[in-house]
């Protein structure tokens, strides 16, 4: 099985590849310095949502809060760079994860304790949070003027020429596939995940898989919304409004499966550079700016039924093979 | 080695074991007997820590031990190996057979050169040559047990628990368990053997335990006691034929099916099944057969063949396209396909026939009462109400529903896959009766069974197939088991 899902893999990155190969054909500018940063920027951003996913997916579950979280610690975290000018990109990064992280603590609590299951759950903390943005903010933006120097720099910023989100992601990437490779606590997500049943027999706590991962989901969310709210210099109740159906598309076409079990931290890394070529070449490709919003979601959706297909279980090897006797 | 005193298990209001002592010794198989319900999966659940006991002392080597989860008991030495093995799909052999313990290396990582090579031992000492880091959903039936067994043995136990192992394994898989508990056995480790099968009891086991509703009904050695004696403390009273023969008068060919082929799975079957008929199809686990009773049933696409019901050539893609065409389909896996785990039994009896059911836009209650009565008595199911979940009941009243379930709809001809599989001794002869029943009232039979003297006790005419092809058909005349197993065994 390995072995097929880096098949499956390889087969997406050379998609990708073609996709990347066919948009600079026609619009040679699209690799150029500028948007190739704006490309890597916004892999990164749905990168990081995207693993965060992928832990609560492998278990079955669904974190529909996400943006609503990420919306929610932008505008925290904005209105405290207007109060206390003089703090750290780091205090924010921090303070961006661990109000993520207890966001999420909550969803799994939800979950655990409360016994409703995920979609409705994090449905429901989806509305709250999203509701308490208009409580925080009463409905008003705060936009780049209003934001310390500081809060912006980090998040818009770049090193070796290329831009802090992608470096950001990048640690996340090599955290996260330490966790699910290499940590029992990791491990024990996928064996959850593939057979919740047994896994309880085997002495994995339901609890402390679903803490870990709803948090994770939370912390990883929390700390997007500090990125977003810095690299786009404005907060808003609104911001990565119908941003999960992004995050759960990637998730599916890079392999992971809504019915737990089975997903990589390379797959969800792929499957966010799928969304994100796509959004961002749309513009260079000429598509009437209308129009891109709905080819997004259309060019998604093919994807994920193209993987479903993929799915589909052949029959077993019961006759003899040909040639075999 | 084990001593359970006066252990007791109540779900509740329902006494689930009752006051029941046993003693398992080491370098020694004790076998444990009994129908379905009789609190055999009770006692396991209780011992391998999944249960708790509401009375009663569970003491190992003389220290007394409350199993509060199942790490305890596993810490205690006790492992069990479930009759169908619950494991991991999503992940290698070798990680399932560590799972919740994989062995730590630097920092606190997973140290998969030691997971692997610790995996490899352990399946080397029980003569298997499954590559630890195979995926766990590419492996057979029988490769599954044998994952099972090695996680058992991975910690070390020193009682262990076969829970039906041998309801899916071909006999040679059999022979290869049976040598693996030998050197058990000899290891000095103490054994805990459930089956339904005497001739496996009495190959294996040195001691026994009969349980009857909760209850010890007896126990000494094996040795000592007659299969006669077995059954009669089991259903507490003497089975004269555990597969009576009814005679029912042959009619006119009903289903003809002719060069059925899938591409992968079964090619070029040709049959055909009269009125008062039982055809049984016999073969090993996986020669094809229940594969060519799903695509008879429209459940998955063929690329050739026709069938041919009453004289009319039919086509049929769909369930709905069977059921019209008077077709009936009891599925193997009766947790998966059969019956619908959280509906009442009443609820699941009456689902196929709920159309004719219908009183305007409502259920008409007092018929749908009527209907599952008739049927749910038919198979004589165990239950407090017809309103309990299926869920609730054991494996032998659970298939008895899905039977009734499709008795329910009238059909013409009932496929039945595996009715009797992991069902006790009284429930197989209710089943049987049941079928005799379908037949004296003019329905075809089409049975398939890995059991053959379930297949050859109560089909008129057989077909073997092997490979997912038939390689020999008989009449009843021409019954004998050597041939059958022969012809079974010799596809490949």
């Known amino acids: 099985m390995r072995r097929i899902l880096q098949e499956r893999e390889a087969i997406l990155a050379f998609v990708i590849a073609l996709i990347l190969l066919g948009v600079t054909l026609r619009a040679p500018d699209y690799l150029d310095g500028s948007s190739l940063g704006n490309l890597l920027s916004t892999w990164g951003l749905l990168a990081i949502l995207v693993m965060g996913q992928l832990g609560v997916l492998l278990t079955r579950g669904i974190d529909l809060s996400q943006a609503s979280v990420l919306a929610f610690s932008g505008m925290f975290l904005a209105q405290l760079s207007q109060v ?19 966001l999420g603590i909550l969803n799994a609590s939800l979950i655990t304790f409360a016994g409703i299951p995920p979609i409705i759950a994090t449905l429901g903390t989806m509305t709250i949070i999203r509701g308490m943005i208009y409580v925080l903010s009463g409905g008003a933006w705060i936009s780049s003027h209003e934001m310390s120097e500081a809060f912006k720099a980090f998040p818009a910023g770049a090193n070796l020429g290329i831009p802090n989100l992608f470096w950001v992601a990048t640690v996340a990437f090599i955290l996260f596939w330490l966790l699910y490779n290499h940590r029992p606590a990791g491990r024990d997500v996928y064996a959850y995940g593939s057979n919740p049943d047994a896994a309880r027999n085997a002495g994995i706590s339901r609890l402390k898989v679903e803490f870990l991962v709803y948090s994770l989901s939370g912390a990883a969310a929390g700390l997007c919304g500090y990125l977003w709210a810095g ?17 759960i598309a990637a998730c599916v076409i890079g392999g992971v499966s809504i019915t737990g079990g089975r997903g990589t931290v390379l797959g969800a890394g792929l499957g966010a550079l799928f969304i994100a070529v796509v959004e961002t070449s749309l513009p260079f490709l000429r598509i009437n700016p209308f129009l891109q919003l709905a080819v997004i979601g259309a060019v998604i959706l093919i994807a994920v039924a193209a993987n479903a297909l993929t799915e589909r279980r052949p029959g077993r090897q019961i006759l003899p093979r040909e040639g075999q006797s | 080695m084990l001593d359970v005193e006066r252990l007791s298990k109540r779900f509740g209001g329902i006494q689930a074991l009752k006051d029941v002592s046993f003693h398992a010794r080491s370098g020694r198989v004790l076998g444990l007997i009994g129908e379905n319900g009789a609190g055999k999966s009770t006692i396991v659940k209780c011992l391998t820590g999944i249960h708790s006991p509401t009375s009663g002392s569970i003491k190992v080597n003389n220290t007394p031990h409350q199993f509060v989860g199942p790490q305890d008991a596993s810490a205690a030495g006790i492992s069990a190996i479930q009759q169908e093995p619950s494991m991991f799909d999503d992940i290698t052999v070798a990680e399932n057979i560590f799972v919740g313990r994989l062995p730590k290396g630097q920092a606190g990582r997973v140290d998969w050169t030691a997971t692997r090579s610790s995996a490899q031992s352990v399946l080397e000492q029980i003569g298997s040559d499954i590559a630890p880091s195979t995926m766990m959903k590419h492996l057979s039936v029988a490769e599954r047990h044998m994952v099972s067994l090695a996680q058992a043995l991975s910690t070390d136990a020193q009682l262990i628990i076969f829970d039906e192992p041998t309801a899916a394994l071909s006999q040679a898989e059999i022979h290869h368990l049976y040598g693996i508990i030998d050197d058990l056995k000899a290891a000095g480790k103490a054994i805990i053997f459930i089956s339904h099968k005497f001739d496996e009891i ?120 069977a059921m019209r065409a008077g077709l009936a389909y009891v599925p193997e896996d009766r947790q998966r396909h059969g019956a619908i785990l959280p509906f009442s039994i009443r609820r699941n009896i009456s689902l196929p026939k709920l ?123 021409d019954f004998s088991s050597e041939t059958v197993v022969a012809a079974a065994a010799g596809g490949i």
């Not at chain 2, 006119?252 to 049984?280: K, M, Q, W």
């Not at chain 2, 009319?312 to 369930?319: D, F, L």
């Not at chain 2, 050859?456 to 038939?470: K, N, T, Y």
Request: hydrophobic share 45%.
């Open chain 2, 355 to 477: 159309q004719d059911l219908a009183r305007g836009i409502f259920v008409n209650r007092p018929a749908e009462s009527r209907l599952v009565d008739t049927f749910a008595d038919r198979v004589s199911i165990r239950a407090s109400s017809w309103r309990q979940k299926v869920s609730e009941l054991s494996g032998g009243n659970q298939q008895k529903v899905v039977i009734g379930k499709w008795l329910a709809t009238n059909p013409d001809i009932i496929i039945l896959d595996e009715p009797t599989k992991g069902i006790d001794v009284g429930s197989k002869a209710a089943v049987h009766q049941a079928i005799g029943d379908l037949v004296k009232a003019g329905l075809a039979v089409v049975l398939v069974s890995s059991e053959l003297e379930e297949a050859l006790g109560i089909s008129d005419r057989l077909m073997v197939m092997a490979r997912g092809r038939v390689v020999a058909e008989y009449d009843r005349a």
């Open chain 1, 231 to 247: 690299r786009f210099a404005i907060a808003y109740t609104q911001a990565a409004e119908g941003r999960e159906f992004a995050i």
């Open chain 2, 202 to 321: 009495f190959r294996i086991c040195d001691d026994y335990v009969v349980l009857r509703d909760g209850e010890l009904a007896g126990s000494g050695l094996i040795s000592e006691v007659s299969k006669d004696d077995l059954i009669a403390q089991m259903v507490g009273r003497e089975l004269s034929e555990i597969y009576p023969k009814v005679e029912a008068q042959i009619g006119e060919e009903v289903l003809r099916v002719d060069r059925f082929t899938h591409p992968s799975e079964f090619a070029d079957i040709g049959f055909a099944v009269r009125r008062g008929e039982i055809l049984g199809f016999y073969g090993l686990v996986g020669a094809g057969r229940t594969e060519l009773m799903e695509g008879i049933f429209g459940l998955k696409p063929v690329t050739d063949g026709t069938v041919t019901i009453k004289g009319q050539p039919i086509k049929i893609t769909s369930t709905q396209d």
């Open chain 1, 84 to 102: 206390m000018p003089e703090l750290p990109a780091l205090v924010f990064v921090i303070l961006a994860i661990g109000m993520g992280a207890v």
